[in-house]
């Protein structure tokens, strides 16, 4: 254990180990090199079937990159961060180097605190993002990083989307490759490995209403998808103007500043990325419910609802 305060690169490397990630692949290798933190792509842990334009990869390294840079600002260094082409180095997305010695700003000690806590929540949730205050603090983090939120309100949209997630896990419970590929990134209960989704972290019984989850448990657990009830949570989407590789480090970036800015309220995230691994699917949604930007992550948002607990009455009409 460590007995003095890390330095700022330590400081930002560990936080940027604790960033979420697409099936928990971890899928980044964060070193120093001259005093600055190298963000580069680990290959070995693409989901070839699932994600083979990286896209997911690459938000996931996003994600990481946010973290080392709050990690680096709550230890009193404002980061120089200098996003990479693909020309210059490949693989490489992004050096972090500490800049100007600066105490740390209240939203970087909030967000920095708020990395250890932070957890993906699959389940159903209690309340909406009913705090205008919060709803629109989570809008403004995205749009800092170049990024939109897009919270759902009608109710076609909804039932709309979440019609599209369905399809989208109906298809992949029926791919033999993509089981295949999901399966090597389950891990079993009391595992010690530290990448993948352990058991304990995906429901043992589908409850996440009309929007259904990754079939983690490989039908074993779950049997087949049976999706009723209602939809829990603020339904959002995350978007971007474009959609390149400097798009998608964009919107891990915004990805993490707004789950950051939720979990130290309190509101967690539920991931629904199914249909957007499915072209046609995302250039539908990017169309209809996007008005042509594209999307790259869909949520739903609330407080987590505790398992065995009773549903409250739904906030809309289903
Ligand atoms: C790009 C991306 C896509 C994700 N897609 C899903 C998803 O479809 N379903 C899900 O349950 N979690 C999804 N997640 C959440 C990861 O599984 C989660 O971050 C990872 O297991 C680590 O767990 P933690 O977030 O609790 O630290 C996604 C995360 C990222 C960054």
Redesign the pocket.
Same mark, same amino acid.
């Given at each position: 254990m460590r007995t003095t305060e890390p330095t700022p690169l330590q400081a930002a490397l560990e936080a940027g180990e604790? !960033?979420?990630? +697409?099936?928990?692949t @971890?899928p980044w290798n964060l070193s120093e090199e001259r005093g600055r933190i190298i963000v580069a792509t680990d290959p070995e842990r693409l989901l070839d079937v699932a994600?083979p334009r990286a @896209?997911?990869?690459v /938000?996931?390294c996003g !994600?990481a990159l946010y973290n080392i840079r709050v990690g680096m600002r709550a230890q009193g260094s404002v980061p120089e961060v200098a996003i990479l082409s693909d020309a210059e180095r490949p693989g490489r997305l992004a050096e972090v180097a500490p800049g100007l010695a600066v105490p740390p700003d209240e939203e970087s000690r909030a967000h920095a605190a708020a990395i250890p806590r932070? @957890?993906? =929540?699959?389940g159903p949730f209690s309340a909406d993002i009913d705090d205008v205050m919060l709803a629109r603090d989570l809008t403004a983090a995205a749009a800092a990083e170049g990024a939109t939120l897009q919270p759902l309100t009608a109710e076609p949209l909804i039932r709309a989307l979440s019609g599209l997630v369905t399809a989208a896990e109906h298809l992949h419970r029926h791919e033999r490759v993509r089981t295949a590929e999901l399966a090597r990134w389950v891990r079993s209960a009391g595992s010690r490995r530290a990448e993948? +989704?352990?058991a304990g972290? *995906?429901p043992p019984d589908p409850d996440s209403g009309l929007f259904p989850? @990754?079939d983690?448990g490989q039908q074993r657990i779950r049997g087949m998808l049976d999706v009723q009830g209602t939809v829990t949570g603020t339904v959002a989407l995350l978007t971007t103007p474009g959609d390149t590789r400097g798009s998608w480090i964009a919107a891990?970036q915004a990805?993490e500043r707004v789950?950051l800015a939720a979990a130290a309220e309190g509101v967690a995230a539920? *991931? =629904?990325?199914?249909p957007l691994e499915e072209e046609a699917l995302r250039s539908f949604i990017a169309e209809r419910i996007c008005g042509g930007a594209y999307p790259?992550? /869909?949520l739903r948002l609330g407080r987590p609802r505790p398992r065995g607990a009773r549903p409250v009455a739904p906030s809309r009409p289903h």
């Open positions: 604790r !960033a979420p990630s +697409v099936c928990n @971890r994600d @896209r997911e990869l /938000i996931s !994600a932070r @957890r993906t =929540h699959r993948g +989704v352990h972290d *995906f989850g @990754r983690y891990g990805l789950l539920a *991931f =629904h990325t199914q790259q992550m /869909i």
